[in-house]
């Protein structure tokens, strides 16, 4: 038999895992395809750019095709965002990293969040969508 206590402290647990989260980034996730236009991706860009910066946050995009998954990471290594570590994974050729200018990643997250997934045309329906997402670098 639980105690008041353990039972308040399991209510409690649960209204804050139902909560959403007060975190600034929470929110910076997308799928591809979307509905945002241009300008839309830029702004949604520049603040993840805003994000590794001033949190311990990174940015993933994860690709998943007949080819299997690549995972491409960002987190930024100085205080003042200009530099971040570029993290690489295809299935069949592993981990590769690289240190990268804030204009890289900015064109290569505009870019690749603007394309349309054409190259998965003739892949299966059960081939997950293209996401993005900005997370504690814990988590990667």
């Keep these: 038999m639980s105690s008041d206590h353990e039972q308040q402290r399991s209510r409690l647990s649960s209204e804050q895992a139902e909560?959403?989260?007060d975190e600034p980034w929470?929110?910076?996730?997308?799928?591809?395809?979307?509905?945002r236009s241009p300008t839309g991706i830029v702004?949604?860009?520049?603040?993840?750019?805003?994000?590794?910066?001033?949190?311990d946050v990174g940015a993933e995009f994860v690709s998943t095709s007949v080819a299997g998954v690549k995972r491409t990471q960002f987190v930024?290594?100085?205080?003042?965002?200009?530099?971040?570590?570029?993290?690489?994974?295809?299935?069949?050729?592993?981990?590769?990293?690289?240190?990268?200018s804030r204009e890289a990643v900015r064109e290569e997250l505009v870019n690749r969040?603007?394309?349309l997934p054409l190259d998965r045309i003739d892949e299966t329906s059960?081939?997950?969508?293209?996401?993005?997402?900005?997370?504690?670098?814990?988590?990667?």
Excluded: C
């Excluded at 702004?43 to 949190?55: A, C, D, G, K, P």
């Excluded at 930024?76 to 990268?100: C, N, P, S």
């Excluded at 059960?126 to 990667?140: G, K």
């Design 19 to 21: 909560q959403p989260s």
């Design 26 to 35: 929470a929110d910076l996730e997308l799928s591809l395809p979307h509905g």
């Design 43 to 55: 702004s949604f860009i520049e603040r993840v750019l805003v994000e590794l910066t001033y949190e």
């Design 76 to 100: 930024a290594v100085d205080d003042i965002g200009q530099r971040f570590k570029k993290r690489y994974f295809d299935e069949r050729l592993g981990w590769h990293e690289t240190t990268v």
């Design 113 to 115: 969040l603007s394309k």
């Design 126 to 140: 059960n081939t997950d969508p293209d996401t993005f997402r900005v997370v504690p670098i814990h988590q990667f």
